[in-house]
């Protein structure tokens, strides 16, 4: 960006489920392109620029996202978010609005991102709640999913976790926090009873990767995969994807948090 454009760090919400991801794309609704779309109304202005702390994929949902958005002129923060909001559509909301430095940068500068997954067994649930609500046939042994979702914690090799791809070579991650619990609104409305979360707070994932540990949590919960087998992959030994992806709408981007913000 030109070194006298201004600089804002936005923080905003969405529902995947109506978009093919974040990242801008013809001929398809995204996060971003309706964003782009919205931004050039509301400040009409043509010479500007989003930037986003990172991709979700088509279906996937946030809690609270962050863009950078570059300006040549300035914005009234103070009334921004209201003004934009007022034409984005109902599943999509800015959240808040903050000036940033030259020197910061959304993508090198993230500390840390939250994901969260939101799944269902047992009897399929109300249709009302399949946007952010994966189902999964069976009943499955949640005490050893969550002894498998432990072994996740830490520093391992990732590339049976994940999609192998030409993007990088290095599939080593760090997960430094992980946590399985019952739903908060299970039970409520049209939350079933045996609706779970499972939590993943990393610097960085790679592509697929929280959908395909939650999938093979869920075999490994269902006699699909034994203990010793999930283990074994987290060395980085053998080939392929250890489990197919869970489903996009299960998954939430629940944070991303800064340096030095």
Same mark, same amino acid.
């Given at each position: ?16 489920l ?7 794309q ?25 930037l986003?702390a ?26 921004i ?10 599943? =999509?909301r800015?959240?808040? @609005? *903050?000036?940033?430095g ?5 993508? !090198?500068?993230? $500390?840390?991102?939250? &994901?969260?997954y ?26 050893l999913m ?8 830490g520093m391992?090799?990732f ?6 791809d030409k =993007?990088t070579?290095n599939? @080593? *991650? ?8 019952r !739903?908060?609104? $299970?039970?409520?409305? &049209? ?11 990393g610097k960085?994932?790679?592509?697929y ?5 939650v999938?093979a949590?869920?075999?490994l ?13 987290l ?6 994807? =250890?489990?197919i ?6 998954l939430v981007?629940e ?7």
């Amino acid at each position: 960006m030109q070194s006298n454009w201004y600089t804002y760090l936005f923080h905003v919400q969405y529902l995947g489920l109506r978009y093919a991801g974040w990242q801008k794309q013809e001929g398809v609704r995204t996060i971003q392109g309706t964003l782009e779309r919205t931004f050039r109304h509301s400040l009409g202005e043509e010479r500007f620029k989003i930037l986003g702390a990172g991709r979700t994929d088509a279906g996937v949902s946030a809690n609270r996202a962050a863009f950078e958005l570059f300006s040549p002129v300035p914005i009234e923060l103070g009334t921004i978010c209201y003004q934009v909001n007022q034409y984005l559509p109902t599943d =999509i909301r800015l959240l808040e @609005v *903050r000036e940033v430095g030259k020197d910061f940068n959304i993508i !090198h500068d993230v $500390a840390w991102k939250e &994901y969260r997954y939101n799944l269902a067994f047992g009897e399929k649930f109300h249709p009302f709640a399949g946007g952010y609500l994966s189902y999964f046939a069976g009943n499955p042994d949640i005490e050893l999913m969550q002894e498998g979702l432990a072994l996740l914690k830490g520093m391992h090799d990732f590339r049976r976790f994940c999609s192998v791809d030409k =993007i990088t070579d290095n599939y @080593v *991650r760090t997960i430094l926090e992980t946590s399985f619990s019952r !739903h908060p609104q $299970a039970g409520l409305g &049209y939350i079933p009873e045996q609706s779970y979360t499972m939590e993943f707070k990393g610097k960085g994932f790679l592509r697929y990767q929280v959908r395909i540990m939650v999938g093979a949590l869920i075999d490994l919960g269902l006699g699909k995969l034994s203990l010793a087998e999930f283990e074994e992959a987290l060395s980085g030994q053998g080939s392929g994807a =250890i489990a197919i992806q869970a489903p996009a709408h299960g998954l939430v981007l629940e944070n991303v948090v800064f340096r030095n913000i």
